[in-house]
């Protein structure tokens, strides 16, 4: 199974409210990341994880809270967001950080209103 | 610090013919992966093909072969037999040990004429 899945396909939030992403992968990898990406434009790193602890955090507002609970599981849990974070948000894992081969998910379209 | 560019933003070309897209990179380190990612209008990234820089030979996966020039910095994906669902955005990338992160280009649009 090289399938990293990720929930919702899509959500529309105000910006008031609090949401959260999840992803997943059951291919026993160890490093995990959240990118987002602006259309037309290449995915920016958020954050890694490595061994269910955080271990890259790309100086992203705090209205975004990543969690890893296993590792299988990865969420971001979302807060006070505004319009300009609107994007798609792609889940990706490897098998462990600084092993090169990331397998990505489909991606969250979000919407800030 | 790494940088990957793709200079040119669209390209098209004809059902079963041949395409190149181009991009080039720089590091300083000397172990390094190159990649070519599609992502079609479904969004999801899905990596194409990927080149150790130590090995001489050119990477190849059916239709897509790259042709790098280690000398050069230079990467680019060939696509043979065009087909109707090679249109995608392709992004380049490169990754380095020293900070484990995939550096992109900003990527271009490829559409497939019928």
């Known amino acids: 199974d090289t399938e990293v899945t990720q929930t919702p396909k899509h959500l529309v939030m105000g910006m008031t409210n609090k949401k959260s992403l999840k992803c997943e992968q059951h291919?026993?990898?160890?490093?995990m990341y959240w990118y987002k990406q602006k259309a037309k434009k290449p995915p920016e790193l958020m954050f890694v994880y490595s061994y269910e602890k955080l271990s890259i955090n790309e100086s992203v507002p705090s209205r975004f809270s990543p969690e890893c609970p296993n590792s299988s599981l990865l969420n971001l849990h979302l807060h006070a967001l505004q319009p300009e974070d609107s994007a798609l948000y792609l889940c990706a894992s490897s098998p462990r950080w600084g092993e090169y081969e990331q397998y990505f998910g489909p991606g969250t379209r979000l919407t800030v209103t | 610090a790494q940088t990957v560019t793709q200079s040119q933003p669209e390209m098209s070309v004809q059902e079963a013919e041949t395409v190149t897209l181009s991009c080039t990179y720089d590091?300083?380190?000397?172990?390094?992966?190159l990649f070519w990612y599609k992502q079609p209008p479904s969004r999801q990234m899905i990596l194409v093909i990927r080149?150790?820089?130590?090995?001489?030979q050119n990477a190849t996966e059916n239709r897509f072969s790259v042709n790098f020039q280690k000398a050069a910095k230079s990467f680019s994906l060939k696509i043979s037999d065009s087909q109707l669902g090679d249109a995608a955005m392709y992004f380049c990338a490169s990754y380095t040990g020293a900070n484990s992160k995939l550096t992109f280009g900003k990527g271009i649009t490829l559409s497939v004429r019928p």
């Open positions: 291919m026993g990898h160890r490093a």
């Open positions: 590091t300083s380190e000397s172990d390094y992966y």
């Open positions: 080149q150790e820089a130590y090995k001489q």
